[in-house]
């Protein structure tokens, strides 16, 4: 749940979206007790974005380095949205992402309204 210990999977991806119902990422990771972080930078064209995330359990998600969403609790499945607004540029988004036991699901999207 604290981000801490070692690295046990490295991989890239363009958006995390997965329902790993009772399983784990991959597997050398626990299906339980796991915790991850994604960063991705990206251009945005600017305007009001709907950041949303679906996910079971704890959830936070940063924007430059600004906490945006904080979910971070153990919790079934719940979605939540938050609307802001993007100046043109270059971005840094980073979701982090915590499974305490049972179901692990994380879904994220970031959509121009």
Known sequence: MDLTGPVVLHRLESRPCYNWGWGSP?????????????T?????????????VRTD????????GILVLNEWR?????GYFVDMWIAPGWHTWTIE???QAGVAELCFSATKL
């Open 97 to 99: 992402f915590f499974e």
């Open 74 to 78: 153990e919790q079934s499945v719940r």
């Open 26 to 38: 991959a597997p050398q990771v626990a299906p339980d007790y796991f915790s991850a972080r994604w």
């Open 40 to 52: 991705t930078v990206s251009n945005a064209v600017g305007g009001t974005y709907r950041v949303s």
């Open 57 to 64: 359990d704890g959830v936070r998600i940063y924007v430059d």
